[in-house]
């Protein structure tokens, strides 16, 4: 148990739909991180939060939205679903905000199939 | 930014010797680091290796690294079945980490 916690584990949504999906790092973690993992594409880095704050953005569309509350938990909001979003999403914390040092942490991820 | 490679598939026999090699183009990487995705779980450091390192051991795992070809290379000794899974390589310098698309890693009993 990596004690990060993500939900919901699986979620099944139709195209044009919108969806919320949720994060706890672990206890004391201040970044929180989120992955998507497709087939194709491997495991793309989305985008970056350092207590509070946008630390870092990937590749994540315009669709997507992210942010980080007070309590250190994340969601990531993904609207005008298309069919190529169906992917496992990951969140990931660490320690730092930094990228050179320390270790991810990874929730078991949330499976999001677009039908 | 960076980009990491690794080959996709790797079968190996229990007891063989498993070796997944990874190519990263990023030498600002303080770290570069081995995860390991198991079915159905989220992704575990393995083990990682600090970049001013030629090799570094931990038990039956051997990483070595060539940064001069930027070449990172994982040994598994001994490979057991509960070996099998995916294996990423990821580094990152100046970026958060970027990992490969990863190598299946399927132990033959």
């Known amino acids: 148990d990596s004690g990060v916690t993500q939900t919901p584990k699986h979620l099944i949504t139709a195209t044009g739909q919108r969806v919320t999906l949720r994060c706890s790092p672990r206890?004391?973690?201040?970044?929180v991180y989120w992955y998507q993992q497709s087939l194709d594409q491997g495991l793309q880095f989305l985008i970056q939060?350092?207590?509070?704050?946008?630390?870092a953005k990937g590749n994540i569309l315009e669709r997507f939205s992210a942010q980080q509350f007070p309590d250190l938990h994340s969601e990531l909001n993904l609207s005008s679903l298309e069919l190529g979003d169906s992917a496992l999403y990951f969140c990931?914390?660490?320690?730092?905000?930094?990228?050179?040092?320390?270790?991810?942490?990874f929730g078991e991820g949330s499976r999001l199939t677009v039908l | 930014g960076e980009d990491v490679e690794q080959s996709l598939f790797l079968s190996v026999r229990e007891g063989d010797s498993s070796v997944i090699n990874c190519t990263y183009t990023?030498?600002?990487?303080?770290?570069l680091y081995w995860y390991k995705q198991e079915p159905g779980a989220g992704l575990q450091l393995l083990t990682y290796?600090?970049?001013?390192?030629d090799m570094k051991q931990d038990q039956r795992l051997t990483v070595l690294l060539n940064k001069k070809d930027k070449h990172l290379s994982l040994r598994i000794a001994d490979t057991q079945t509960g070996d099998s899974a995916i294996y990423f390589c990821?580094?990152?310098?100046?970026?958060?980490?970027?990992f490969g698309k990863g190598t299946r890693l399927s132990v033959i009993a």
């Open positions: 939060y350092y207590n509070g704050e946008e630390r």
């Open positions: 990821a580094g990152g310098g100046n970026t958060p980490l970027v």
């Open positions: 290796i600090f970049s001013n390192m």
């Open positions: 990023d030498s600002s990487s303080t770290y």
């Open positions: 206890s004391g973690d201040l970044s």
């Open positions: 990931a914390s660490s320690v730092a905000g930094d990228w050179n040092t320390g270790e991810l942490f």
